[in-house]
T-cell receptor, first 116, second 109 residues
Framework: EAQVTQNPRYLITVTGKKLTVTCSQNMNHEYMSWYRQDPGLGLRQIYY?????VTDKGDVPEGYKVSRKEKRNFPLILESPSPNQTSLYFC????WGGGTESYEQYFGPGTRLTVT | RKEVEQDPGPFNVPEGATVAFNCTYSNSASQSFFWYRQDCRKEPKLLMS???SGNEDGRFTAQLNRASQYISLLIRDSKLSDSATYLC??????????FGTGTRLKVLA
């Protein structure tokens, strides 16, 4: 079954304690992305990756890191989480042909993070 | 001005009604457009891509108006199961997708 998986689904942590949210897709997609969703603000892009070892900042990258060492995985790292990073996080992937056309994104089930 | 704007609703409509949502975008270079559906805090799922000529999928019709920079979604014969938040997504041919904040639809029995 084609899918995007995220772990953990729920996480409560304390300020400053490093954490990683994993994301994996089995569709051989080139493009992967992380979003956070907050009430009234919609989904905002944190980082995206066009392929292995190629990543770039989205609209809200502060406080986050990513890496893309393998095509299927795109972990999101919070080196020193703060309460304003409490949010619902989604990972997504899609095919990317390299041109200007963009394609449907497939989303993971989400990770609900609370930082106290 | 937000890059992608939607009326947050909620739109409360009776079963069987026809309802339409609009979404405006500010970047005239935008090339790809999508409607996603999101159920309460679950992951967004693609409802339709929006093509220049307009497209239809069963009870759902999507239109693109480049001159006025908006896309629309029409739902005919609304079902209770259509209750959800509908997200408009725009891509300007770069690697960045811009999401609207969504329009809530409630279909009432």
């Amino acid at each position: 079954e084609a899918q995007v998986t995220q772990n953990p689904r729920y996480l409560i942590t304390v300020t400053g304690k490093k954490l990683t949210v994993t994301c994996s897709q089995n569709m051989n997609h080139e493009y992967m992305s992380w979003y956070r969703q907050d009430p009234g603000l919609g989904l905002r892009q944190i980082y995206y990756s066009m392929n292995v070892e190629v990543t770039d900042k989205g609209d809200v990258p502060e406080g986050y890191k990513v890496s893309r060492k393998e095509k299927r995985n795109f972990p999101l790292i919070l080196e020193s989480p703060s309460p304003n990073q409490t949010s619902l996080y989604f990972c997504a992937s899609s095919f990317w042909g390299g041109g200007t056309e963009s394609y449907e994104q497939y989303f993971g089930p989400g990770t609900r993070l609370t930082v106290t | 001005r937000k890059e992608v704007e939607q009326d947050p609703g909620p739109f409360n409509v009776p079963e069987g009604a026809t309802v339409a949502f609009n979404c405006t975008y500010s970047n005239s270079a935008s090339q790809s457009f999508f409607w996603y559906r999101q159920d309460c805090r679950k992951e967004p799922k693609l409802l339709m891509s929006v093509y220049s000529s307009g497209n239809e999928d069963g009870r759902f019709t999507a239109q693109l108006n480049r001159a006025s920079q908006y896309i629309s979604l029409l739902i005919r014969d609304s079902k209770l199961s259509d209750s959800a938040t509908y997200l408009c997504v725009v891509n300007a041919g770069t690697y960045k997708y811009i999401f609207g904040t969504g329009t809530r639809l409630k279909v009432l029995a």
